[in-house]
């Protein structure tokens, strides 16, 4: 006689295979308990995919102007004919352009729109490859000038920390190319003041620099930058910025605000090696576009040449560029006194450009500058 299995019975959870017992023990929770394991598991997946799962983009409908080798311009909004088009040259140091639109009801792009500028573009930076690691600042103002060929040949520059020295050169280049001059968190004079990054670039010789482009293989990579970004405020970011995503993770707005920055910044781009050791050297080290020793596009400027209005907006606690690299401008451009303007708003240096404060109450104040601006030009 042949002996019949039994059909094995099923046993509690809490004593069956190890491959149960997440779900035994998510069964025994509370109501409350429950909703906390829950609460847990979306931070976890949050906190995974703010540092890895995302790509930077714009927040505003635009469409791609020109497709030149070091960046894409961009455009927003529709042109209005008495009006200069604005073009915003964004930070080109190691970070998309998708700052200046970060997030809907918080961009530079659409408070610019709103208070009249009808035609607004962004130079959108390409990450460099290895076929442009001897790319330098001439490359760029090259390529600048184009687009600004394209766009009729008179605009208004927006200079966005670095993209801020870029349009001074481009300004003492080609005065009569620029109506109005904005520049933000602008290093112009990088021997005023004191901060962090010039104590840095003080600290360590070219040689150090050099190094690190030749382990890029030509290029400055963005992840070794961005590591070096992090241990500059290593508390806020490997350890406040998790806290804050916890208490807010029921908050979809703050959330989603979140991601934007995340995948702004936890995305960067690599530079041209030879570009960033002129930076670090010519600009930062020797001080030249300061001191009218540097030459662009065949000519050494002087910033005496840039005559049209200008104005500058700092950050109170901006450690990126002290407020007096930027304002020692003043005393560097040949515009006249009443030309220039210049403000302090609250907050560090990224805030200047993005932060709800900056774009409230300062951008707005800025965009009916650059209107006056034009209409005293004619």
Request: hydrophobic share 45%; charged share 20%; with cysteine.
């Amino acid at each position: 006689m042949v002996a019949r299995a039994e059909t094995p019975k099923l046993q509690d959870p809490q004593h069956s295979v190890p491959l149960f017992w997440p779900l035994a023990a998510v069964a025994a929770l509370g109501h409350a308990e429950l909703e906390l394991f829950r609460r847990n598991l979306r931070f976890l997946a949050e906190a995974q995919k703010v540092d890895h799962g995302l790509k930077p983009h714009f927040a505003t409908a635009n469409t791609v102007l020109l497709d030149l080798h070091t960046l894409l311009l961009r455009e927003f909004g529709t042109a209005k004919p008495q009006v200069a088009p604005t073009l915003i040259v964004a930070p080109y140091a190691g970070h998309s352009a998708a700052i200046t639109d970060y997030h809907g009801g918080q961009s530079l792009v659409q408070t610019l729109l709103a208070e009249g500028l009808g035609r607004v573009l962004v130079t959108d930076w390409k990450s460099a490859t290895t076929v442009m690691k001897d790319y330098d600042i001439d490359n760029y103002l090259a390529e600048l000038n184009v687009c600004i060929d394209d766009l009729g040949g008179r605009v208004n520059l927006v200079g966005l920390c670095q993209g801020g020295w870029m349009s001074a050169m481009y300004a003492a280049r080609y005065p009569g190319r620029v109506v109005a001059l904005v520049l933000a968190g602008s290093p112009i004079d990088t021997h005023a003041g004191e901060g962090p990054l010039k104590a840095m670039i003080e600290s360590f010789p070219q040689s150090f620099y050099e190094d690190l482009v030749a382990l890029g293989g030509g290029l400055m990579r963005g992840r070794v930058m961005l590591r070096g970004w992090k241990n500059m405020h290593p508390e806020e970011q490997y350890l406040e910025k998790y806290v804050r995503l916890y208490q807010h993770i029921d908050d979809a707005e703050y959330v989603s605000k979140t991601e934007a920055f995340s995948s702004w910044y936890e995305n960067p781009i690599d530079l041209p090696g030879r570009w960033y050791l002129q930076v670090i050297d010519e600009l930062f080290r020797r001080n030249q576009l300061a001191q009218g020793q540097f030459v662009g596009l065949g000519r050494r400027l002087s910033l005496r040449e840039i005559r049209c209005p200008v104005y500058m907006l700092a950050g109170e606690a901006d450690d990126i560029t002290p407020k007096e690299q930027l304002f020692a401008a003043e005393n560097l451009v040949g515009t006249q006194r009443q030309g220039v303007g210049k403000a302090v708003a609250p907050g560090g240096h990224v805030g200047l450009f993005m932060g709800s404060e900056s774009l409230q109450q300062f951008w707005p104040v800025i965009a009916r500058w650059i209107l006056d601006a034009q209409q005293r030009a004619g």
